[in-house]
């Protein structure tokens, strides 16, 4: 592989950078993974030009799962936390204008989902999701609770560590990406069947956020730091699977 995009086109991934398709410790993998091999396609100048998102479509708390979904009088239950970073491009040049979307469990681990069976109570003050649009400099920022881990129905007594899942929109369909993210310091991360499925440790540690004390907020809020680089050798790893473009 080489350093050089395609004229007009992207940085291609590295395949072998992302877990593989079929992974029997991580069950649903047996009946999901594609029996064939994948074939690749050229980008269109649909793909590397859109969609574009403008700011004009996002409210004022939106990007504050703490208080999104009750208000600001109801705040969400459980410790707050700041989640921050940049979106880079594999020249690690930022990505502005990327739409940002994140989903997760409450601080007791459950979600707000109908076909959630976890018996953990929900918080009458917390949807679990948000959404933000990347700044100038790719930055972006999310306040939110520290989602709890949770019982999965995989293995006897398989535990999903803390995480949040996000979905990037790039300037182009071609930098799609939905991955989750870790936190620093939890031991569930190297047990989860889930985690166990990407291949190499460098590549976990990838999505693991490490606390920034820099940007933590004095008596309210702990940060952790995440950076997403959309396509490339060093894209972030697509969630669970091989996927995209």
Not at 177 to 201: H, K, N
């Amino acid at each position: 592989m080489t350093d050089a995009p395609k004229p007009g086109g992207y940085f291609p991934r590295d395949r072998g950078w992302h877990p593989p398709a079929l992974s029997p410790a991580y069950k649903t993998t047996v009946k999901r993974a594609p029996s064939l091999a994948p074939l690749s396609f050229p980008t269109s100048l649909g793909e590397e030009t859109g969609p574009v998102f403008g700011h004009e479509t996002l409210g004022p708390l939106d990007g504050d799962l703490i208080h999104n979904f009750a208000g600001l009088e109801n705040p969400a239950i459980g410790p707050r936390i700041v989640v921050h970073g940049r979106v880079l491009d594999e020249r690690a040049r930022p990505v502005p204008g990327a739409l940002i979307e994140i989903w997760q469990a409450n601080a007791g681990g459950r979600y707000r989902h109908r076909n959630e069976s976890y018996l953990a109570p929900l918080d009458p003050h917390f949807g679990g999701c948000g959404r933000v649009i990347s700044r100038e400099d790719g930055s972006y920022e999310f306040r939110t609770v520290m989602p709890g881990p949770y019982p999965w129905p995989n293995g006897m007594n398989d535990w999903r560590p803390a995480h949040i899942h996000l979905s990037i929109f790039g300037p182009a369909f071609a930098q799609r990406l939905v991955t989750q993210m870790y936190f620093e310091g939890d031991p569930l991360i190297w047990l989860c069947p889930i985690v166990g499925a990407i291949p190499s440790r460098a590549a976990i540690e990838s999505l693991i956020a490490p606390v920034d004390s820099a940007r933590n907020i004095p008596m309210d809020a702990r940060a952790y730091k995440f950076d997403i680089v959309l396509r490339g050798r060093r894209q972030t790893m697509f969630e669970n699977r091989k996927d995209g473009m």
